[in-house]
Protein backbone atom coordinates (compact mmCIF):
# COMPACT_ATOMS: atom_id res chain seq x y z
CA UNK A 1 0.00 0.00 0.00
CA UNK A 2 2.00 3.28 -1.31
CA UNK A 3 -0.95 5.34 -0.71
CA UNK A 4 -3.00 8.06 -2.50
CA UNK A 5 0.24 10.05 -4.43
CA UNK A 6 -0.57 13.06 -6.79
CA UNK A 7 1.19 15.17 -9.46
CA UNK A 8 2.50 17.81 -9.88
CA UNK A 9 2.28 18.83 -5.92
CA UNK A 10 3.08 22.33 -7.13
CA UNK A 11 1.64 24.27 -10.06
CA UNK A 12 2.08 27.92 -11.04
CA UNK A 13 0.35 29.13 -14.59
CA UNK A 14 -0.67 32.08 -16.20
CA UNK A 15 -4.70 33.18 -16.39
CA UNK A 16 -5.97 31.61 -19.10
CA UNK A 17 -4.06 28.58 -19.08
CA UNK A 18 -5.11 24.66 -19.26
CA UNK A 19 -3.63 22.93 -16.35
CA UNK A 20 -4.30 19.06 -15.56
CA UNK A 21 -3.28 17.19 -12.64
CA UNK A 22 -3.30 13.48 -11.40
CA UNK A 23 -4.18 11.30 -9.14
CA UNK A 24 -3.36 7.84 -8.59
CA UNK A 25 -5.56 6.41 -5.83
CA UNK A 26 -4.51 3.24 -3.42
CA UNK A 27 -4.70 0.02 -5.82
CA UNK A 28 -7.47 -2.13 -4.29
CA UNK A 29 -9.99 1.12 -3.65
CA UNK A 30 -12.93 1.65 -5.71
CA UNK A 31 -13.88 5.16 -5.26
CA UNK A 32 -11.82 7.89 -6.11
CA UNK A 33 -12.74 11.71 -5.01
CA UNK A 34 -12.10 15.10 -5.56
CA UNK A 35 -11.68 18.01 -3.35
CA UNK A 36 -10.82 21.92 -3.59
CA UNK A 37 -9.45 23.35 -0.26
CA UNK A 38 -8.93 27.45 -0.04
CA UNK A 39 -6.87 29.14 2.70
CA UNK A 40 -8.13 28.39 5.94
CA UNK A 41 -11.31 26.31 4.87
CA UNK A 42 -11.96 22.59 4.72
CA UNK A 43 -11.88 20.24 1.61
CA UNK A 44 -14.93 20.84 -0.55
CA UNK A 45 -16.65 18.53 -2.63
CA UNK A 46 -16.17 18.60 -6.35
CA UNK A 47 -16.79 15.21 -7.86
CA UNK A 48 -16.62 11.48 -7.12
CA UNK A 49 -16.04 8.27 -9.35
CA UNK A 50 -16.92 4.73 -8.68
CA UNK A 51 -14.57 2.51 -10.74
CA UNK A 52 -14.92 4.56 -14.14
CA UNK A 53 -17.88 6.10 -14.01
CA UNK A 54 -18.40 9.49 -12.44
CA UNK A 55 -21.66 9.15 -10.02
CA UNK A 56 -21.73 13.25 -8.90
CA UNK A 57 -20.61 16.58 -9.36
CA UNK A 58 -20.79 19.56 -7.17
CA UNK A 59 -22.11 23.07 -8.66
CA UNK A 60 -18.77 24.02 -7.61
CA UNK A 61 -17.43 22.60 -10.44
CA UNK A 62 -17.88 24.75 -13.83
CA UNK A 63 -18.08 24.03 -17.11
CA UNK A 64 -14.13 24.70 -17.16
CA UNK A 65 -13.74 21.97 -15.29
CA UNK A 66 -13.62 18.22 -16.63
CA UNK A 67 -12.49 14.83 -14.35
CA UNK A 68 -12.05 11.58 -16.00
CA UNK A 69 -10.57 7.89 -14.79
CA UNK A 70 -10.69 6.20 -18.13
CA UNK A 71 -10.12 2.60 -16.33
CA UNK A 72 -11.01 2.69 -13.37
CA UNK A 73 -7.35 3.50 -11.92
CA UNK A 74 -6.11 6.79 -12.26
CA UNK A 75 -8.18 10.03 -12.33
CA UNK A 76 -7.18 13.71 -14.10
CA UNK A 77 -8.74 16.84 -13.60
CA UNK A 78 -8.79 19.10 -15.61
CA UNK A 79 -9.15 23.14 -15.75
CA UNK A 80 -9.28 25.17 -18.69
CA UNK A 81 -9.16 29.03 -19.43
CA UNK A 82 -7.81 29.16 -15.74
CA UNK A 83 -9.30 32.01 -13.54
CA UNK A 84 -7.19 33.44 -10.26
CA UNK A 85 -10.17 32.29 -8.31
CA UNK A 86 -9.03 28.48 -9.17
CA UNK A 87 -5.71 28.79 -7.14
CA UNK A 88 -6.30 26.23 -4.44
CA UNK A 89 -5.27 23.19 -3.16
CA UNK A 90 -6.64 20.54 -4.91
CA UNK A 91 -6.71 17.06 -2.93
CA UNK A 92 -7.81 13.83 -4.08
CA UNK A 93 -8.93 11.17 -2.14
CA UNK A 94 -9.86 7.08 -2.51
CA UNK A 95 -12.24 4.60 -0.77
CA UNK A 96 -13.32 1.12 -0.87
CA UNK A 97 -16.84 1.04 -0.74
CA UNK A 98 -18.38 -2.16 0.48
CA UNK A 99 -22.10 -0.88 0.92
CA UNK A 100 -21.36 0.47 4.37
CA UNK A 101 -19.32 3.37 6.29
CA UNK A 102 -16.24 3.62 4.05
CA UNK A 103 -13.29 5.53 4.85
CA UNK A 104 -11.20 8.10 2.54
CA UNK A 105 -7.33 8.40 2.35
CA UNK A 106 -6.06 11.69 1.25
CA UNK A 107 -3.05 12.08 -1.51
CA UNK A 108 -0.75 15.51 -0.13
CA UNK A 109 -2.34 17.37 -2.80
CA UNK A 110 -1.90 19.76 -5.85
CA UNK A 111 -1.36 23.67 -4.86
CA UNK A 112 -2.19 25.51 -8.17
CA UNK A 113 -1.65 29.36 -8.35
CA UNK A 114 -2.86 31.12 -10.83
CA UNK A 115 -0.96 34.71 -12.14
CA UNK B 1 -28.17 17.76 3.92
CA UNK B 2 -25.59 17.21 6.41
CA UNK B 3 -23.17 19.63 7.94
CA UNK B 4 -20.36 20.08 10.38
CA UNK B 5 -19.20 23.59 12.57
CA UNK B 6 -15.94 23.49 14.65
CA UNK B 7 -16.63 26.91 17.05
CA UNK B 8 -12.87 27.35 17.42
CA UNK B 9 -11.22 28.31 14.70
CA UNK B 10 -7.80 28.62 16.50
CA UNK B 11 -6.89 26.51 19.80
CA UNK B 12 -3.62 27.38 22.16
CA UNK B 13 -2.00 25.02 24.32
CA UNK B 14 0.99 24.35 25.88
CA UNK B 15 2.93 21.07 25.89
CA UNK B 16 1.55 18.56 27.94
CA UNK B 17 -1.78 20.06 28.41
CA UNK B 18 -4.94 18.35 27.76
CA UNK B 19 -6.75 19.08 24.37
CA UNK B 20 -10.27 19.38 23.49
CA UNK B 21 -11.63 20.39 20.07
CA UNK B 22 -14.95 20.76 19.37
CA UNK B 23 -17.45 18.98 16.65
CA UNK B 24 -20.77 19.38 16.24
CA UNK B 25 -22.89 18.23 13.10
CA UNK B 26 -26.43 18.20 11.98
CA UNK B 27 -27.99 15.54 10.14
CA UNK B 28 -31.15 13.51 10.55
CA UNK B 29 -30.41 9.83 11.16
CA UNK B 30 -26.90 8.07 12.66
CA UNK B 31 -24.15 9.85 10.98
CA UNK B 32 -20.43 8.52 10.00
CA UNK B 33 -18.12 10.84 11.69
CA UNK B 34 -14.14 11.55 10.88
CA UNK B 35 -11.59 13.39 12.33
CA UNK B 36 -8.61 14.05 10.02
CA UNK B 37 -5.28 16.27 10.60
CA UNK B 38 -3.62 18.26 8.36
CA UNK B 39 -0.11 19.22 8.33
CA UNK B 40 0.94 22.92 6.44
CA UNK B 41 1.27 22.22 2.84
CA UNK B 42 0.02 18.28 3.11
CA UNK B 43 -3.40 16.04 2.66
CA UNK B 44 -5.27 15.03 5.65
CA UNK B 45 -4.38 12.20 7.58
CA UNK B 46 -6.91 10.27 8.81
CA UNK B 47 -7.04 9.99 13.51
CA UNK B 48 -10.25 7.99 13.87
CA UNK B 49 -13.76 7.35 12.70
CA UNK B 50 -17.08 6.67 13.95
CA UNK B 51 -19.15 4.36 12.53
CA UNK B 52 -21.50 2.56 15.23
CA UNK B 53 -21.03 0.84 18.35
CA UNK B 54 -19.14 2.05 20.86
CA UNK B 55 -19.26 6.05 21.24
CA UNK B 56 -15.85 6.46 22.68
CA UNK B 57 -13.57 5.87 19.18
CA UNK B 58 -9.70 5.45 20.18
CA UNK B 59 -7.62 6.81 17.56
CA UNK B 60 -3.88 7.27 15.87
CA UNK B 61 -1.38 9.83 17.77
CA UNK B 62 -3.25 8.88 21.48
CA UNK B 63 -6.12 11.02 20.28
CA UNK B 64 -10.04 10.21 20.86
CA UNK B 65 -13.43 11.06 20.56
CA UNK B 66 -17.10 10.69 21.81
CA UNK B 67 -19.80 10.59 19.90
CA UNK B 68 -22.60 12.70 22.21
CA UNK B 69 -25.90 12.24 19.89
CA UNK B 70 -27.94 14.12 22.65
CA UNK B 71 -25.66 16.73 21.65
CA UNK B 72 -24.98 16.33 18.16
CA UNK B 73 -21.18 16.17 18.56
CA UNK B 74 -18.09 14.38 18.42
CA UNK B 75 -15.09 16.33 19.98
CA UNK B 76 -11.48 15.44 19.70
CA UNK B 77 -9.56 15.09 23.13
CA UNK B 78 -5.76 14.23 24.14
CA UNK B 79 -4.81 13.91 27.78
CA UNK B 80 -1.04 15.13 26.75
CA UNK B 81 -0.42 17.28 23.53
CA UNK B 82 3.19 17.36 22.06
CA UNK B 83 4.81 19.63 19.86
CA UNK B 84 4.07 17.83 17.14
CA UNK B 85 0.50 17.68 17.12
CA UNK B 86 0.30 21.40 16.11
CA UNK B 87 -1.78 21.03 12.58
CA UNK B 88 -5.06 22.20 11.57
CA UNK B 89 -7.63 19.40 12.81
CA UNK B 90 -11.00 18.89 10.39
CA UNK B 91 -14.00 17.82 11.63
CA UNK B 92 -15.91 15.46 9.19
CA UNK B 93 -19.55 14.22 8.79
CA UNK B 94 -20.97 11.45 6.14
CA UNK B 95 -24.33 10.51 5.66
CA UNK B 96 -25.40 6.99 6.39
CA UNK B 97 -28.06 6.17 3.70
CA UNK B 98 -27.82 7.50 -0.08
CA UNK B 99 -24.56 8.75 -1.89
CA UNK B 100 -21.83 8.74 0.64
CA UNK B 101 -20.02 12.14 0.24
CA UNK B 102 -18.22 13.47 3.41
CA UNK B 103 -18.57 17.12 4.94
CA UNK B 104 -15.67 19.12 6.26
CA UNK B 105 -15.61 21.28 8.55
CA UNK B 106 -13.66 24.41 8.27
CA UNK B 107 -11.06 23.37 10.70
CA UNK B 108 -9.52 24.32 13.71
CA UNK B 109 -5.77 25.21 13.76
CA UNK B 110 -4.06 23.67 17.07
CA UNK B 111 -1.00 26.19 18.20
CA UNK B 112 1.46 24.39 20.98
CA UNK B 113 3.31 26.70 22.80
CA UNK B 114 6.75 25.19 24.57
Known amino acids: DTGVSQDPRHKITKRGQNVTFRCDPI?????LYWYRQTLGQGPEFLTY????????KSRLLSDRFSAERPKGSFSTLEIQRTEQGDSAMYLC?????????????FGPGTRLLVL | AQSVTQPDIHITVSEGASLELRCNYSYGATPYLFWYVQSPGQGLQLLLKYFSGDTLVQGIKGFEAEFKRSQSSFNLRKPSVHWSDAAEYFCAVGASGGSYIPTFGRGTSLIVHP
Open chain 1, 49 to 56: FQNEAQLE
Open chain 1, 93 to 105: ASSLSRGGGETQY
Open chain 1, 27 to 31: SEHNR
